[in-house]
């Protein structure tokens, strides 16, 4: 789901892919809080609100085979699942997890202006990283997605600082990060799982894909957080290529960034976006789309440099 990301990106499958070593100048983020522990999915309790917890993470696990092209509920997505951005069906720490939503809402969304339930969370994910159409929100189907992000959110207060709840916010380059480096990057760390196209890899029943598409008619839309280049590079940083962890990352921050440019400057589909964030004053530094509070260009708020909007704002 979106992020609200990034929405959309892990391998997150059974199979292993080669493995990849990272470069000795790799250093990890410095976290100066405890993150967050999942609870263990073991202790769902085994009754009828546990079958509908249990299926809640099923979907959001495998949602394209519920709802993809050929889904077995209905065809309303792109063929992604939710945890290709919410790692390990959201328990993952610093890999967009689950673990504060149930507790931060109903709450207001600067990007719409208007309070909204956690149904609407769940929506906006649909629209934009599964760039599709959302279920009925009062249906099984997203109050059983409910159920479990409830259930894994449990012991987290409301107003409560949770860390490793996203992922890690790079320090911007001093530079805009560049795509043709990032390319190179793409080709060397990405290319094996998710194909010189960026077309991920299909799997054999051709439902669901063992690894996920990042650009083209079947990925996330330019509506995703993980449109939204400091979302890409931190999930990118803390959680790729396979086997990578926040604390043992594979790719420098200048990797990151750059193959995050790469990523996001592929074809993909659209997302009219006329009626978020109205208040400009609230508009992140890089989302790609005008208009602004500043003077700085569309390309400048999508590759960078952030340092001297950061100033200015």
């Not at 309070?115 to 969370?121: A, K």
């Not at 530094?285 to 340092?307: M, T």
């Amino acid at each position: 789901m979106a992020i609200a990301a990034i929405a959309a990106i892990s391998c997150n499958t059974g199979e292993k892919p080669p493995a990849n070593k990272s470069s000795s100048n790799v250093k990890p983020g410095k976290f100066s809080a405890t993150p967050w522990v999942a609870p263990d999915s073991n202790a769902i309790p085994k009754n009828k609100t546990g079958d509908m917890i249990r299926y809640g993470k099923e979907l959001l696990a495998h949602t394209a085979k519920y709802f993809g092209p050929n889904g077995s509920i209905a065809h309303l997505s792109n063929g992604m699942n939710c945890q290709n951005c919410h790692l390990e069906g959201g328990s993952r720490i610093f890999a967009n997890n689950y673990s504060i939503v149930a507790a931060t809402y109903p709450k207001l969304s600067f990007r719409s202006g208007k309070m909204q339930p956690i149904s609407q969370r769940i929506t906006d994910c649909f629209n934009r990283s599964l760039a599709g159409k959302v279920p009925d929100t009062n249906g099984r189907e997203v109050q059983a997605m409910i159920a479990y992000m409830k259930w894994i959110g449990q012991g987290v207060k409301k107003g409560q600082k949770v860390a490793g709840t996203a992922s890690e916010k790079l320090p911007y380059l001093k530079s805009a990060a560049d795509p043709v480096k990032g390319q190179v990057v793409y080709l060397a760390k990405c290319k094996v799982c998710h194909g010189v196209n960026g077309e991920g890899l299909m799997a054999v029943d051709k439902k669901v894909y063992t690894y996920p598409p990042l650009w083209g008619p079947h990925s996330y839309n330019d509506g995703a957080g993980m449109y939204r280049i400091g979302n890409l590079a931190g999930f990118v940083k803390n959680n790729m290529p396979f086997g990578a962890t926040y604390k043992s990352p594979q790719l420098t921050n200048d990797e990151a960034w750059n193959v995050a440019a790469f990523i996001n400057s592929q074809p993909r589909p659209h997302f009219d976006q006329i009626k978020d964030w109205k208040d400009l004053k609230n508009k992140p530094i890089d989302l790609p789309f005008g208009p602004y509070a500043d003077g700085f260009s569309e390309k400048q708020h999508k590759y960078g440099p952030f340092g001297p909007m950061k100033k200015k704002a």
